[in-house]
């Protein structure tokens, strides 16, 4: 891991993204005072669970996951946080150790925002607290949707509607690759491996085909009937 200061570009990421969007000028250099950029390698672990954490995390580029870990060293995937997303938070201001553990699935550059000081900014500047509370809700609301999927879904119509979240426009058929390995859209979608497998073996009957990461949908219609 090698840790340096934020580049313009970097700088541009994090200000593009949700949190800093409606923050004024002053109040998102505050918040990004003191900020650093670390640079992991595919499977680098940025924290383990029970770690004391002291930043709050950015994803500038790559993709980290969260998971957490049971008896025997089964792993359960929490979240995937892909470009733009902010995690970590919880920790810091609730004063606790972090619950899960965090690792980059691809090479990633990860911006960490100082913990205390953005706590004291939420304390005294309005603009940071409501701009953090909108963030915050938005990852409420995630999560309902993902506890409504886990009840009301069966797996291959989670694996379907994550399928048609990727189509581009109205079209008829089409042909995307996954942006990272099957076992990441498992922990995504809250399946286990073996789960995803037998979903696109399902999913066949609808014209779905699938080799390695290329997945190809032959009848967009019969999709959204499943």
């Known amino acids: 891991m090698k840790t340096s200061r934020l580049t313009s570009n970097d700088r541009a990421v994090l200000l593009g993204s949700r949190l800093f969007a409606n923050l004024p000028a002053p109040a998102a250099e505050a918040v990004l005072e003191g900020a ?13 669970q029970g ?8 994803v500038v580029s790559g993709l980290v996951r969260l998971y957490g870990t049971g008896k025997g060293g089964r792993e359960a995937d929490i979240a995937v946080f892909p470009r733009g997303a902010l995690f ?8 606790q150790r972090a619950t899960a553990h965090a690792q980059a699935v691809h090479p990633s ?5 100082d913990g205390p000081r953005l706590c004291r900014l939420v304390r005294e500047e309005a603009d940071v607290a409501w701009a953090l509370l909108e963030l915050l809700c938005r990852h409420g609301q995630m ?11 069966t797996a291959p119509q989670r694996v379907a509607n994550y399928i048609l979240g990727q189509c581009p426009g109205d079209s008829p058929a089409f042909t995307f690759r996954l942006p990272f390995q099957k ?16 979903a696109f073996s399902t999913l066949r009957q609808s014209g779905v ?7 190809e949908i032959r009848d967009r219609e019969a999709l959204e009937r499943f």
């Open 36 to 48: 650093t950029i670390s640079r992991h390698e595919a499977q680098d672990v940025l924290f383990h």
């Open 51 to 58: 770690d004391a954490i002291e930043h709050v995390f950015f």
């Open 88 to 95: 970590g938070e919880k920790a810091v201001f609730l004063d």
């Open 109 to 113: 550059i990860i911006a960490k925002l």
């Open 143 to 153: 999560t309902e949707k993902r506890l409504a999927e886990d009840r009301l879904l």
């Open 183 to 198: 076992n990441v859209l498992a922990g995504k979608l809250g399946l286990a491996p073996e789960a995803l497998s037998r």
């Open 209 to 215: 085909i699938v080799k390695g990461r290329l997945i």
